[in-house]
C-alpha cells in the first residue's frame, strides 16, 4: 500500500509527503478496482496471458499495468510469465524462458515500485517473440499415455550394475552414441509395444524447422552399428 501511495503522491513535493488521506484515498481505489479473491482478479491475468499469446505487447502492457496498479504482488505476476515463455513460446525462442525466469529471480530481489520496468521488459519481449506450443502438446500427451502404460524399460536401457543385473541381460546390446560419426546412432529406446509412438511434432517457426532439418541430416547421416 505504501508502494501505491508514492506513486499516487505528488512527486514535485520534496520531501514526500504521505499522510493518512492519501492512504485512506489509495486503499479505496485499489479495493474499487481489484479484488485479488473476486473474478476480475483471474480475468485480468487471463487478459495479460491472452495478449503475450496473441502477440499484442501494448495489451499485455495495459493488463499487467492494471494488475500492479492494484497491489498484485510482482511475484505472482513473474511466475505466470515463467509458465507463458515455456507453454507458449518453448523451442521457438528458448532464451524467452531464460529472461522469464531471471525476471522472476529480480522482482523478488528488487520489490515494488522498479520491479515493474523488469516486468514491462520481459512482457515486451514474450509477446513481441516467435510463439509455439508443440513442447507443451507433447508432454502433455506423454503423460496421458503414462497414466495408463506401465510398460518395463527394456534391458539394453537398463543400468547393469552388479554382476547379476548384467548375467540377466541388463545393458547388454546398448550402442553408445558418442562412438559414432556425428554421436548419433539409431537404437529402439521405446518399449516394444511404443516403438513408433510420436509426442513431438516440430512447429512451423524458425528454431524447431532448423532443429527438423539437423534431425533429419542426422539420421541419414547414420552407420551400421557394430
Do not use: C
Not at 514491462?120 to 502438446?137: E, F, P, R
Not at 543385473?165 to 516394444?192: A, F, I, K, T
Amino acid at each position: 500500500l505504501l508502494e501505491l501511495a508514492v506513486q499516487a503522491s505528488d512527486h514535485s513535493q520534496q520531501p514526500i509527503i504521505i499522510d493518512d488521506a492519501l492512504l485512506s484515498s489509495v486503499a479505496q481505489t485499489a479495493l474499487q478496482r481489484y479484488d485479488k479473491d473476486g473474478d476480475q482478479h483471474y480475468d485480468i491475468i487471463s487478459a495479460m496471458i491472452k495478449a503475450v499469446r496473441g502477440s499484442d505487447p501494448d495489451a499485455a502492457l495495459y493488463w499487467m499495468a492494471r494488475m500492479l496498479v492494484a497491489g498484485e504482488p510482482p511475484e505472482f505476476i513473474a511466475r505466470r510469465l515463467v509458465i507463458l515463455a515455456s507453454e507458449d513460446i518453448g523451442n521457438a525462442n528458448p532464451n524467452a524462458l531464460l529472461l522469464a525466469d531471471a525476471a522472476l529471480r529480480s522482482v523478488k530481489m528488487i520489490g515494488m515500485p522498479e520491479a515493474r520496468i523488469i516486468l514491462g521488459q520481459v512482457v515486451v519481449y514474450l509477446a513481441t517473440s516467435a510463439k509455439s506450443n508443440s513442447t507443451y502438446l507433447a508432454i502433455n500427451k506423454a503423460m496421458q499415455l503414462a497414466q495408463k502404460d506401465q510398460s518395463p524399460v527394456p534391458y539394453h536401457l537398463r543400468n547393469g550394475v552388479t554382476k547379476l543385473m548384467q548375467s540377466q541381460g541388463y545393458g547388454e546390446g546398448y550402442v553408445y552414441p558418442h562412438d559414432y560419426p556425428n554421436h548419433y546412432q539409431p537404437q529402439q529406446y521405446l518399449p516394444d509395444n511404443l516403438v513408433g509412438t510420436q509426442f513431438y511434432y516440430y512447429a512451423d517457426n524458425q528454431r524447431e524447422q532448423h532443429s527438423l532439418k539437423f534431425m533429419q541430416w542426422l539420421q541419414s547421416q547414420s552407420t551400421p552399428s557394430k
